[in-house]
Each structure stands twice: as C-alpha cells, then as structure tokens.
C-alpha cells in the first residue's frame, strides 16, 4: 500500500457545484494532515491543514479527517473556474512529510 | 522579500555547463528541501536539510550538489547535467521536519 493515496483524476465538476477530492494513508500514527493546490506549472500552495477528527472550514474549502479509517477529504463549495488545479494531499510520518500523487481538478464552465 | 525565494525562476544550460540555484526562506525555517518535477508528474523528493545538516539523500545522481551555508539560504550545485534533468526545481522550507511546507515558485531548468 502506498503511504499516501489519491485518485489521479481528472475529477470534473461543474462551475457551483461541490467538489470532493479524497485521500487514503498508511501510517496510522499521522497526527498532521495538509492539502495544496497547484496551478499547471506552478508551485504548490498551502490551502488547508488538519490535526483532529471532524471537518475544518475555512472559506469555500473544508478539510475532513477521519483517523480511524484513515482518510482525508476537501471539499470546494460554489467550485469556480479558477478552483481547476492539481490538488495535493501531505501526510507526515515521524518527521517527514509525504506527498500523494494530486488529484487533477476540472470546473466545467 | 518574503516566503520563499528562488533564483534563477527560469535557467537554460547545456550538457557541459556548471550552475547554480539559490533559494532563499525568510521565515524563520529550520528546514529546506529540494524536490524536482517533471512535466505532469508528481513531486520527487531530492535533498532535506535540517539546521544546516543534509538529513535526507534520496539517491540523487552526484551531478546535483546541494549546499546548505545557514538556515536561510540553500543552494543546488548542477554540473554536467542530461536532458532528462529538464524538470521544475522547487524549493521549500519548514518549521522543523514532519511540519506543513512552503514552497518557492520554482525554477524552470532547461537541459540542451
């Protein structure tokens, strides 16, 4: 199993609707979850960082963490055009962190 | 400046030359890494320094050289490189290892 697992995508949403870009990891003793966004040909962003069970919102964008079964979700309300990105979700394992594979996200006009 | 810094945002060299790529973090970091990233592939993962001492060496070719003087500034050495080295260099610091990464905007590396 990898340590870090996300569906490649593309993931295509219409523009308002809801999109939901999930993540799976191995190491049950994780306790730091983050999510970035990357525009084609441009470094990774920062969005959103999770510690504790239950959802984190901060804007249009809300973190779920669910340890037990071991996954992290985000969801973008109200999705826009400019929402469409590669979305990276990073674990840490003792002291580093682990970067998935992304999820390409589309918001279909 | 703040965040992250790199220099040169995009560098076109050829297989014989010598550069290099300075990144530079004005956080307060204590960690700076290295990743490489091909087109439309994901981030690897090169070089981790922790307080100025290489941690992480995750089997790069020994034409990458990374030199890491103090905790602001580090650098990637690059000699006699290939094309397949053609790739997205990004730089990013962290609090500590195992904290959340910021990234510079990267520099474009173009290998003829």
């Known amino acids: 199993q990898k340590e870090v697992e996300q569906n490649s995508g593309p993931l295509s949403v219409p523009e308002g609707a809801i999109a939901s870009l999930n993540c799976t990891y191995s190491?049950?003793?994780?306790?730091?979850f983050f999510w970035y966004r990357q525009y084609s040909g441009k470094s990774p962003e920062l969005i959103m960082s999770i510690y504790s069970n239950g959802d984190k919102e901060d804007g249009r964008f809300t973190a779920q963490l669910n340890k037990a079964s071991q996954y992290v979700s985000l969801l973008i309300r109200d999705s826009q055009p400019s929402d469409s990105a590669t979305y990276l979700c990073a674990v840490n394992r003792d002291d580093k962190i682990i970067f998935g594979k992304g999820t390409r996200l589309h918001i279909l006009p | 400046e703040t965040g992250v810094t790199q220099t040169p945002r995009h560098l076109v060299m050829g297989m014989t030359n010598k550069k290099s790529l300075k990144c530079e973090q004005h956080l307060g970091h204590n960690a700076m890494y290295w990743y490489k990233q091909s087109a439309k592939k994901p981030l690897e993962l090169m070089f981790v320094?922790?307080?100025?001492?290489?941690?992480e060496n995750n089997s790069v070719p020994s034409r990458f050289s990374p030199e890491c003087p103090n905790s602001s500034h580090l650098f990637l050495h690059l000699h006699t490189l290939q094309p397949e080295d053609s790739a997205l260099y990004l730089c990013?610091?962290?609090?500590?290892?195992?904290?959340?990464?910021?990234f510079g905007p990267g520099t474009r590396l173009t290998v003829t």
């Open positions: 990013a610091s962290s609090p500590g290892t195992g904290y959340e990464q910021y």
């Open positions: 320094y922790s307080l100025e001492e290489r941690v």
């Open positions: 190491d049950r003793g994780s306790q730091s």
